[in-house]
């Protein structure tokens, strides 16, 4: 069953706990990471993103349409076409990277579908959209840094 029909079964109250839940999951995920990396900056990426998905698990079980108005950036795919590393002890910072911004696409595909099927209600549409435009900007955080590190000439 895809997500969108999922999501056609489920009530309002189901679809902000499959929310909450999913932040939840990127918040162990990151603390895992976190606890196992050896290196001192792994560790402080790895935070870094613990902090911002508690920051998406707050404003959902307390509904904040607020929190989420600026425009999303534009998504820059440098990661989309890289494989997804395993998450592992002593993960490189461009593994971290990497493995960060393909969650926060998968993320952000499953609140824009989420979106999408609140059309027809303009304030669940709008914080959907809103959340989905929250996880692009990490994503796009994530590449930017994943350039200027990684992908600089010279």
Do not use: W
Request: charged share 30%; aromatic share 8%; hydrophobic share 35%.
């Amino acid at each position: 069953m895809s997500l969108k029909d999922q999501i056609s079964s489920m009530d309002m109250d189901d679809i902000v706990e499959m929310c909450i839940n999913q932040e939840q999951q990127a918040i162990d995920l990151y603390t895992l990471a976190r606890d196992q990396a050896k290196d001192e900056s792994a560790r402080q990426k790895f935070q870094e993103l613990v902090d911002m998905e508690t920051v998406h698990k707050v404003s959902l079980k307390n509904f904040e349409i607020e929190n989420y108005i600026e425009l999303p950036p534009a998504d820059l795919k440098v990661t989309n076409y890289l494989m997804e590393p395993v998450l592992q002890d002593n993960m490189t910072t461009q593994e971290i990277i990497i493995l960060a911004a393909k969650r926060e696409d998968k993320t952000a595909r499953m609140y824009q579908d989420l979106a999408d099927h609140f059309h027809f209600d303009k304030k669940l549409n709008t914080f959907f959209q809103m959340m989905a435009d929250e996880e692009l900007r990490h994503k796009h955080d994530l590449e930017t840094e994943y350039e200027n590190e990684f992908l600089q000439e010279g």
